[in-house]
């Protein structure tokens, strides 16, 4: 069962960010140029779907690895919620509907670089909403399954960041170098 995880998990990783590349969206955009308003529509739907086998897999084993405690208790909830409100927060700075595929999407020839909002305090509010989402979950369910994937998310999410940092590098040159020097990646006095 563990092996089936593994391998679902990295599957479900590694064709999210193939669908999420520039260079898929170009091809799909050139030989499919009528349909390609619907591309975000398109990958949010894999992905939902994927995610949601992926859940009903991982959430499947019941044998706790340490026991519940009231302190782990709160102490993942309070995680929870802070990962739920870093990723709300997160939320508010990018067009909503565009990121569902409910707006045209358009891979944007100019785009700007996003220092407001909680992009101030971190450069990854999605990934570090999700960590802490993950980890306060870990804590309240304390199973292999989730440890599994609690685990393979941080490599994804620690690799993802990487290559979405060069692309950017790419993209916004000087400016973005400068806003990593003054901005921590996850968390704004840690990391």
Same mark, same amino acid.
């Given at each position: 069962m563990f092996t089936t995880? $593994? #391998?679902?998990?990295?599957?479900?990783?590694? #064709?999210?960010?193939?669908?999420?590349?520039?260079? $898929? %969206?170009? #091809?799909?955009? $050139?030989?499919?140029?009528s349909l390609?308003?619907?591309?975000? $529509?398109?990958?949010n739907l894999v992905a939902i779907i994927g995610l949601i086998i992926m859940?009903?897999?991982?959430?499947?084993?019941n044998i706790l690895l340490f026991k519940q405690t009231t302190f782990l208790s709160?102490?993942?909830i309070v995680l929870i919620i802070l990962g739920l409100v870093v990723l709300v927060i997160?939320? %508010?700075?990018?067009?909503l509907k565009e990121f569902l595929g409910i707006e045209t999407y358009e891979i944007k020839m100019e785009s700007k670089l996003v220092t407001k909002g909680i992009y101030k305090f971190m450069r990854h509010p999605l990934y570090t909403g999700t960590i802490l989402l993950l980890s306060g979950y870990f804590l309240y369910v304390p199973t292999l399954s989730v440890l599994i994937f609690l685990i393979l998310t941080f490599v994804y999410i620690e690799i993802g960041s990487r290559l !979405? !940092? *060069? *692309?950017?590098?790419? !993209?916004?040159?000087?400016?973005?170098? !400068?806003?990593? %020097?003054?901005?921590?990646?996850?968390f704004p006095f840690i990391y």
């Open positions: 995880l $593994i #391998i679902g998990w990295v599957l479900y990783f590694v #064709i999210h960010s193939f669908l999420a590349s520039n260079y $898929i %969206k170009n #091809i799909f955009q $050139i030989r499919l140029p390609f308003r619907y591309y975000r $529509i398109f990958f859940v009903r897999l991982t959430f499947n084993d709160i102490i993942s997160a939320s %508010k700075t990018f067009n !979405e !940092e *060069k *692309k950017l590098l790419i !993209e916004f040159g000087n400016d973005y170098t !400068e806003y990593c %020097k003054n901005v921590k990646r996850y």
